[in-house]
């Protein structure tokens, strides 16, 4: 994990979004208004926010790419669950697509200033309280 004053904290709203993720995936879908497959907006992201957590929140690129795996097979599972153990919900090859692209542009931000967000935050909100 990054030198955090409270990596628990950053871990536990990871790990939050992970529940979230199944959860929303598999009870019955909301109708939102626009256009035709514009859900996949949503699935996008929803996994790039779960990506870069994990960016902002893990020091070494093997986490990241661990993170990265992780996150497109449970992408594929959601879709085989809502296809297989859902009645309410359908699988779709086109949303787990935008899942792994969603993982792919988070998992980019390795590459990226934008890499260390997570550590200026806990910096600002933590370590300038303890001064």
């Known amino acids: 994990m990054r030198g955090f004053a409270v990596p628990g904290l950053w871990l536990a709203l990871w790990l939050l979004g992970w529940v979230l993720c199944v959860?929303?995936?598999?009870?019955?879908?909301v109708d939102l208004p626009g256009?035709?497959?514009?859900?996949?907006i949503g699935h996008?992201?929803?996994y790039f926010?779960?990506?870069?957590w994990?960016?902002?929140?893990?020091?070494?690129r093997r986490a990241h790419l661990l993170a990265?795996?992780?996150l497109v097979a449970l992408g594929v599972a959601m879709e085989f669950a809502q296809a297989n153990l859902t009645?309410?919900?359908l699988g779709d090859v086109?949303?787990?697509l935008a899942n792994t692209l969603g993982v792919a542009v988070g998992l980019s931000l390795t590459f990226t200033p934008l890499q260390f967000l997570l550590e200026r935050v806990d910096r600002k909100l933590f370590r300038a309280r303890k001064l």
């Open 23 to 29: 959860v929303l995936s598999l009870m019955p879908a």
């Open 35 to 40: 256009p035709a497959h514009s859900d996949k």
């Open 44 to 46: 996008f992201l929803a």
């Open 49 to 52: 926010m779960l990506m870069a």
């Open 54 to 60: 994990a960016v902002w929140t893990f020091r070494s």
């Open 68 to 70: 990265a795996l992780a």
């Open 87 to 89: 009645k309410v919900r």
């Open 94 to 96: 086109r949303d787990a």
